[in-house]
């Protein structure tokens, strides 16, 4: 398996431009996250897919964040427009559903987010 | 707010013996414990998890859990420099929602 697939692996962009993650779930998990880690904040979930509908997206920092889902092998991430505090890790992960006895994560490599 | 909270550190141990990390948490309902590993610059790496219901141990590394106490704890036994890596603990509080509430970490270093 190749596990969460991430992509870019690193971004620099300047303020105010639209920028997008993408992730690849691991086949067959129905779960599918993501999270921003910083050095002050530690790991923080931004929003979570339970077979490709959003469910809780409450950690989202404001309107200029958005996530989509649109088939159970791809997620995009956008910031639009980005700022320099959205300089950051950001990881997607995914998960099996829980009846299979977990809920454990695997996360992929992250992409980190340089906004000037 | 479910808080998850973990001894920064660093936490420096010589090479062979046992290294001890800790965390607490908020929620008396949590039904999962969870263990990762992030080596700089890498992504979370799960270690192991356990539930509420038991203590797992698994080759050099062990989870226990003092639910009365409400912390869980992380041993590795015979500490290799290639574990100096920041751990980190994440907790499940059961229910519907299915979402990690991960402590900030404990960097752990292994001396030669």
């Known amino acids: 398996d190749a596990g969460v697939i991430q992509s870019p692996r690193h971004e620099v962009t300047e303020m105010g431009q639209e920028v997008t993650l993408r992730c690849k779930p691991i086949?067959?998990?129905?779960?599918l996250f993501w999270y921003r880690q910083t050095m002050m904040r530690g790991l923080e979930l931004l929003i979570y897919?339970?077979?490709?509908?959003?469910?809780?997206d409450s950690g989202m920092p404001e309107d200029r964040f958005s996530a989509k889902m649109p088939n159970a092998s791809f997620s995009t991430l956008k910031i639009q427009p980005s700022e320099p505090r959205d300089s950051a890790v950001y990881f997607c992960?995914?998960?099996?559903?829980?009846?299979?006895?977990?809920?454990?994560?695997?996360f992929g490599p992250g992409t980190r987010l340089t906004v000037l | 707010q479910k808080e998850v909270e973990q001894n920064s550190g660093p936490l420096s141990v010589p090479e062979g013996a046992i290294a001890s990390l800790n965390c607490t948490y908020s929620?008396?309902?949590?039904?999962?414990f969870f263990w990762y590993r992030q080596y700089s610059g890498k992504s979370p790496e799960l270690i192991m998890f356990?539930?509420?219901?038991g203590d797992k141990e698994d080759g050099r590394f062990t989870a226990q859990l003092n639910k009365a106490s409400q912390y869980v704890s992380l041993l590795i036994r015979d500490s290799q420099p290639s574990d100096s890596a920041t751990y980190l603990c994440?907790?499940?509080?059961?229910?519907?929602?299915?979402?990690?509430?991960f402590g900030k970490g404990t960097l752990l270093t292994v001396n030669p």
């Open positions: 992960a995914s998960s099996p559903d829980r009846t299979s006895g977990g809920n454990e994560q695997f």
């Open positions: 086949s067959g998990h129905d779960y």
């Open positions: 897919f339970n077979n490709n509908v959003p469910i809780d």
């Open positions: 929620d008396r309902g949590s039904q999962s």
């Open positions: 356990i539930y509420s219901n």
């Open positions: 994440a907790v499940w509080s059961g229910g519907s929602n299915y979402k990690l509430t």
